[in-house]
Antibody, heavy 121, light 106 residues
Framework: EVQLVESGGGRVQPGGSLRLSCVAS????????MHWVRHVPGKGLEWVSG????????GYADSVRGRFTVTRDNAKNSLYLEMNSLARADTAVYYC??????????????WGQGTLVTVSS | DIQMTQSPSSLSASVGDRVTITCRAS??????VNWYQQKPGKAPQLLIY???NLRSGVPSRFSGGGSGTDFTLTVGTLQPDDFATYYC?????????FGQGTQLEI
């Protein structure tokens, strides 16, 4: 079964840090670009970051650039998101998502179940 | 950044109705738009990619159209399972942006 499973979410104080992980199974991980997308409760979807299969291309939303870092370990079929200087506006459900083909022209065809990040004092 | 504006923001309909959701891009994105369905507490699911390509396993009552800046998602005959929130997403240039969503309600 093709699957993505996120972990690492939780409650953190403003200014704190978290590291999200996403483990892939059921497909050849290094054939796909991978992305992080978040959903603010009661609001819409926001693309956060993406990384090509070979890490040559990495992108960030303006709202997280300089604070978040995306990495992947193809040997471990894993995607990561290091989040620093967290703010209340970062409170959301974070999804990892797969995109066939290269980094460009993404379509997110497989999603994880999501992990909730709550930034609160 | 490319802005994606959906209309309406919410839509009331009945089983058996035909509904259309519109998405407008702030600049020409050729045909690089995808559509997703999301139900409460669940991850989004890809329905249509590159304007009109139906993802495998998605019912044929879903269809997409448009080009340039104006795009549509149509559900031909609403089924109970279709009541959800729908999002468009542009795949033309990074950052990859979504519309604000259309909540389809009974």
């Amino acid at each position: 079964e093709v699957q993505l499973v996120e972990s690492g979410g939780g409650r953190v104080q403003p200014g704190g840090s978290l590291r999200l992980s996403c483990v892939a199974s059921g497909f050849t991980f290094n054939d796909f670009a991978m992305h992080w997308v978040r959903h603010v409760p009661g609001k819409g979807l926001e693309w956060v970051s993406g990384i090509s299969w070979n890490t040559d291309t990495i992108g960030y939303a303006d709202s997280v650039r300089g604070r978040f870092t995306v990495t992947r370990d193809n040997a471990k079929n894993s995607l990561y998101l290091e989040m620093n200087s967290l703010a209340r506006a970062d409170t959301a459900v974070y999804y990892c998502a797969r995109s066939p083909g290269g980094y460009s022209l993404p379509r997110f065809d497989i999603w994880g179940q999501g992990t909730l990040v709550t930034v609160s004092s | 950044d490319i802005q994606m504006t959906q209309s309406p923001s919410s839509l009331s309909a009945s089983v058996g109705d035909r509904v259309t959701i519109t998405c407008r891009a702030s600049q020409n994105i050729r045909n690089y738009v995808n559509w997703y369905q999301q139900k409460p507490g669940k991850a989004p699911q890809l329905l249509i990619y590159v304007t009109s390509n139906l993802r495998s396993g998605v019912p044929s009552r879903f269809s997409g159209g448009g080009s340039g800046t104006d795009f549509t998602l149509t559900v031909g005959t609403l089924q109970p399972d279709d009541f959800a929130t729908y999002y468009c997403q542009q795949a033309y240039s990074s950052p990859w942006t979504f519309g604000q969503g259309t909540q389809l309600e009974i």
